[in-house]
């Protein structure tokens, strides 16, 4: 559905990446195996914490300085960074200054365990913080501290909510350092983008950031090694007016926003750049034609579906129909690999592609429903045709077909980053990943607090239908028994809407947050908390997402999370339960779900049908169900797990291809 990556794209600075020889193969191999012994030591929170009490010990002295001498000091201390690099003794001095600026600027001194997780990012690790542990103001340790040795920083968040909500949230810590913030989101245009990029720290999503540098690179092609760049900006830089069309400075220091997100979530759809092409009445009919012949094939008979893969295969039957059906249609059809893909992808679009889950309809064009975060992405498009097979099933306008001129995958994107970091509070499925593909490390960050959030189960229903009643009872029940505010989470816009209409018909007040409302996320957010309110989000209300509590919410026992699906990954799960109970407070999580879950798949329907009809004690019946439905959830993320590990493989044979290829030239 997206193109694989073309080539490995060039930047002004990035971290140069070998090509693999055997003694790279066996390096890799040695580090695999080593990474028994040194990943744990690495990963060990122990190796920070001789520095928390060095830093802490530094309190009451800066504590004591007045606004002049505080103001001085951060002016020598930038001087010496300036001049000698982040050395030890200058940490402990620049993360008690850091801490010691924010608690006079936002009332906000960081705790034990920030500080601990800004040390471990600081040191190139992925520090696992809880959900709520403050990961926002961690952040502000290592990203100052290395903007003020002059490094240009970049700080990477999943939407653009986050970027501005974090940027401005922080603001004062940065300007009283004498630091320039940049904001980068949708809707700036070259200027603007150029401007953001030269500030100290750049916030930025991952998105905007990967596709500024594909554009960079497009405009770098004819410069694609390191003497070419050097010249191009010493020697040739005052005459040479292709600098001033690129936006970013180089790839030096970030710090990523739920890093397993970005790593691993959006891993398996490489960003792809597309320039206009020009309109092709006979393409855009062989679109329509395929669509047609789709329905005339039926599933068993001429085609098969995988679960839970998705994949569609063709039977014998169903190769000798096409081929029947194609006959007469133009020497556009003849070929038989050609043929075939078309079909499957008017098939994927008619079968396997649902709006209000997918994809909406928005002012009669298509627009892609991020799957992970349940955002709009409006500047993306699907390849090889697949888009516009969706455009002929809703009836739209059928949009220009367009080539692709530059293309990157993440895994690649961040491994040319001199100092890569990240933090999240769901890293531990995938640790092993983190040093496999990018040698991050993952230190586990105690927390701040106990956390007394409540468990209460999950209770599984025949069908989708008593699912939706029994969460409308609930809520019912709740709001009849006191003033708690209620999050339901769910897998689906089309799933939201069809609750928000069961909750209309029952006249409860609700709020709804999905890819329709995305303008007006703030203000759903600040309501989530209050007394006696109720919303019911998509998983645009997991990562990052702060709900405050308001009134009496609290001492009534917080914020009640209902979940109505499993998503593909537990962790998007785990995001949406650590909305409530954050940082000590009180809060509860439970599962209302159905065996109609899309998760549920092959010889595992039979089984959970067969074990709702076993006469057990209901809280037994419902643990097993469970347990069932999380067994298929984990052998998705397997899956998704092996196909992040074979389109890197696959990115690194193509470099190797390329790279000798054009040492032939």
């Not at 109970?581 to 009180?586: I, P």
Request: net charge neutral.
């Amino acid at each position: 559905m997206y193109s694989r990556p073309q080539r490995r794209p060039s930047c002004v600075v990035e971290r140069p990446q070998r090509h693999l020889d055997k003694l790279e193969r066996m390096d890799r191999w040695w580090r695999a195996i080593t990474a028994y012994c040194s990943r744990p030591i690495r990963g060990s929170i122990w190796l920070y914490k001789p520095l928390l009490w060095r830093i802490k010990s530094k309190e009451s002295s800066y504590r004591g300085l007045s606004e002049i001498e505080l103001n001085q000091q951060i002016t020598e201390l930038k001087q010496q960074l300036l001049r000698q690099g982040m050395t030890t003794a200058l940490t402990v001095e620049v993360f008690a200054l850091i801490r010691e600026v924010a608690g006079r600027e936002l009332g906000m001194w960081h705790f034990d365990s920030q500080i601990l997780g800004g040390l471990s990012i600081l040191h190139g690790n992925v520090g696992q913080m809880q959900t709520g542990e403050g990961k926002t103001l961690t952040a502000t340790l290592p990203v100052a501290g290395a903007a003020l040795a002059g490094i240009p920083t970049h700080v990477v968040t999943v939407n653009d909510y986050l970027t501005q909500r974090d940027a401005t949230l922080m603001m004062p810590v940065y300007k009283r350092l004498g630091l320039s913030v940049g904001i980068v989101v949708q809707g700036l245009d070259l200027t603007q983008r150029q401007q953001q990029y030269a500030r100290d720290i750049v916030y930025c999503t991952n998105n905007e950031l990967a596709f500024d540098y594909l554009k960079d690179s497009i405009q770098l092609g004819q410069y694609d090694n390191a003497l070419q760049l050097h010249a191009l900006r010493t020697l040739l830089a005052p005459q040479h007016r292709l600098l001033d069309k690129l936006m970013l400075r180089g790839l030096h220091f970030a710090v990523v926003d739920e890093a397993d997100g970005v790593f691993m979530d959006e891993a398996t759809t490489p960003l792809v750049i597309s320039g206009e092409s020009t309109p092709q009445p006979e393409q855009s009919n062989m679109y329509v034609q395929a669509f047609d012949i789709s329905n005339q094939l039926s599933e068993g008979q001429a085609f098969t579906i995988s679960q839970p893969s998705k994949q569609i295969e063709f039977t014998a039957a169903g190769e000798s129909q096409i081929e029947t059906l194609t006959m007469d249609l133009g020497p556009l059809w003849h070929g038989r690999i050609r043929r075939l893909e078309l079909i499957k992808q008017a098939l994927t679009a008619r079968l396997l592609f649902l709006r209000d889950q997918h994809y909406l309809v928005d002012e009669g064009k298509v627009v892609i429903i991020d799957e992970h975060t349940g955002r709009r992405m409006p500047d993306r498009t699907w390849e090889q045709g697949l888009h516009q097979l969706i455009e002929i099933k809703e009836g739209c306008e059928l949009s220009d077909p367009r080539i692709t001129l530059a293309s990157i995958s993440f895994q690649n994107f961040f491994r040319f980053y001199h100092h890569l970091s990240g933090m999240t509070g769901t890293a531990k499925e995938v640790k092993s990943e983190f040093w496999r593909v990018y040698e991050l490390p993952v230190v586990d960050v105690p927390t701040h607090k106990q956390s007394q959030r409540a468990q209460l189960g999950a209770t599984v229903y025949q069908t989708d239908h008593q699912k939706w009643q029994a969460v409308v009872a609930r809520i019912v029940m709740m709001q009849n028994s006191g003033d708690r505010p209620i999050l339901v989470g769910t897998q689906s816009l089309a799933d939201s809407e069809v609750l928000s209409e069961l909750l209309v018909k029952q006249r409860i007040a609700h709020q709804v947050l999905n890819a329709r409302q995305d303008e007006a996320e703030a203000n759903i957010v600040a309501l989530a908390g209050l007394p006696r309110s109720v919303t019911i989000a998509t998983s645009m209300a997991g990562r990052g997402t702060d709900i405050k509590l308001g009134g009496e919410v609290e001492s009534q026992g917080g914020l009640h999370v209902i979940i109505t699906g499993l998503h593909d990954s537990s962790r998007v799960d785990r995001q949406l339960e650590g909305r409530c109970a954050r940082q000590g407070d009180q809060g509860s999580v439970e599962f209302i779900l159905s065996l109609n879950a899309d998760l549920v798949s092959g010889v595992w329907i039979t089984t959970l049908n067969f074990i709702s009809r076993l006469l057990l004690p209901k809280q037994l019946k419902n643990k097993l169900l469970f347990m069932g439905i999380r067994r298929c959830q984990k052998r998705i993320e397997r899956q998704q797990q092996l196909r992040r590990k074979q389109l890197l493989k696959h990115d690194e044979q193509q470099q190797e291809v390329l790279s000798f290829s054009q040492k032939q030239v």
